[in-house]
């Protein structure tokens, strides 16, 4: 059945123009609402639509063209076709079409034979709807949209491809003639919504590709950032272990050897020379107060008991001198010189370093050496200080550093010294042979940035 047009050719005239010059700018507009609206349901999975406001309102827009160019194209039949047998028809198939397309958001947006057999029915509807009047023609702009977000690619461009040339042939009807523009002006729109849809559904499925890599790569970085935390948090562990294990063996672990010593003598003398035996017991006994000072020290800050006590590195390294001095009895004497004077007070990371390579370095000439003498050198000069321990001993003979370390069996001697003038990026050299006594130098410069470890 064909729709009959009524009134003057004049009034055709107009009436044929209406739909490709009046109606294909709202039809344009609602089409890239449309569009819009297409792209943030097109995620089944996500519900944009459902999280997003913007997304939720383009939909709603969407909705509100279809019902928008339904009622229109209604109320046109209406107007210009009054009291004809069809009209029953007409309304009756609208009001169908409404309600169909009312149901399509409660099926939801997964292709389900449910979702298809829906789509299925509202397009049949919809033809057959423009078979009976061609003005319901361009309400197939919003079903372009909802056939692109549910069929496959394919599928949806054919169902596009059918709906326009419907769309074109109800053009041509209500034309009074062959107008080029009615057949070429829906293929564009199409062509156009088509593309736009497409666009926008892939620039969405980039975007949740490119969050979800970006989360990736979130979840990596505090991966590394918790691994290498840990890995920082073992090595200064280790370090600190190290620093600890160096100050014990220079301090309590010397001072408890001599103690040793001295009290192995009292006890092989105890019979034969008691006064010689108490005089063991009484030096013991001197060690054991400076272990146990150095020993209250590590507990409150580890830093060494002679620079605790004021004066600075000089009268520390003084005070060692005297104090190893009479530890001796007489067998060693140490002597205590220092050459320069400091431009700034050294800081105390190098003091400390210094006054327990001065404590290693006398309890191996004492325990080591057989020397009788024993000199203690600081100099200063102006970009560093130098620590120099010489001795008269029987001295040996020097090897490389990696060889020395691997064949010590006591651990802690010249690797401790070399870790700690390390440490603080300066060097230390060992100059011996035998039968010629021994020279320690360990140099320190002061315009290295100290160790924070």
Do not use: K
């Amino acid at each position: 059945m064909v729709e009959h047009r009524s009134g003057s050719p004049d009034a055709e005239a107009a009436e044929a123009e209406a739909p490709g010059a009046a109606e294909a700018p709202g039809v344009a507009g609602s089409t890239a609402e449309a569009g819009a609206a297409g792209t943030a349901e097109s995620d089944p999975d996500a519900q944009v639509a459902g999280a997003d406001p913007d997304a939720r309102w383009l939909a709603l827009l969407m909705h509100a063209a279809f019902f928008l160019l339904l009622g229109a194209s209604l109320t046109r039949f209406l107007m210009r076709h009054p009291g004809e047998a069809r009209t029953p028809w007409i309304i009756a198939l609208s009001i169908t079409l409404a309600v169909l397309y009312l149901l399509g958001p409660v099926l939801g947006s997964r292709p389900t034979p449910r979702r298809l057999t829906w789509l299925g029915v509202l397009v049949v509807v919809w033809m057959v709807l423009v078979v009976l009047a061609p003005s319901f023609a361009w309400c197939a702009v919003p079903l372009f949209y909802t056939g692109l977000r549910i069929l496959p690619p394919r599928a949806a461009l054919a169902l596009v491809a059918l709906l326009t040339v419907f769309v074109v042939a109800a053009q041509l009807r209500l034309a009074d003639g062959f107008d080029p523009n009615l057949v070429l002006a829906p293929p564009a729109v199409a062509a156009v919504a088509t593309a736009v849809f497409v666009h926008m559904q892939r620039q969405a499925v980039r975007q949740r590709e490119l969050a979800a890599r970006q989360g990736e790569l979130i979840d990596d970085l505090l991966r590394t950032r918790r691994e290498l935390a840990a890995t920082e948090r073992r090595e200064g562990t280790l370090a600190e272990r190290q620093r600890l294990s160096m100050e014990i063996h220079d301090t309590l672990a010397q001072g408890l050897s001599s103690q040793q010593m001295l009290l192995q003598a009292a006890d092989r003398t105890w019979s034969a020379d008691p006064d010689a035996a108490r005089r063991h017991v009484r030096t013991a006994t001197g060690i054991a107060e400076r272990n146990l000072a150095e020993a209250r020290r590590f507990v409150h800050d580890l830093a060494p008991a002679d620079l605790a006590e004021g004066g600075g590195l000089e009268a520390a390294l003084h005070a060692l001198a005297a104090r190893e001095s009479a530890q001796a009895a007489g067998a060693l004497t140490i002597h205590c010189h220092v050459e320069g004077t400091p431009h700034a007070p050294l800081p105390d990371r190098v003091q400390s370093a210094l006054l327990r390579i001065a404590q290693g370095a006398l309890a191996n000439v004492r325990e080591h050496s057989g020397a009788t003498a024993a000199g203690l050198t600081l100099t200063h000069l102006d970009d560093r200080v130098v620590l120099d321990i010489g001795d008269n001993g029987r001295g040996f003979t020097a090897e490389p550093e990696g060889v020395r370390g691997a064949r010590t069996v006591r651990g802690h001697g010249l690797p401790a010294m070399r870790a700690r003038v390390r440490q603080l990026g300066g060097t230390l050299t060992v100059e011996s042979a035998p039968g010629e006594g021994t020279v320690l130098s360990a140099e320190v410069p002061l315009t290295t940035t100290e160790d924070p470890t």
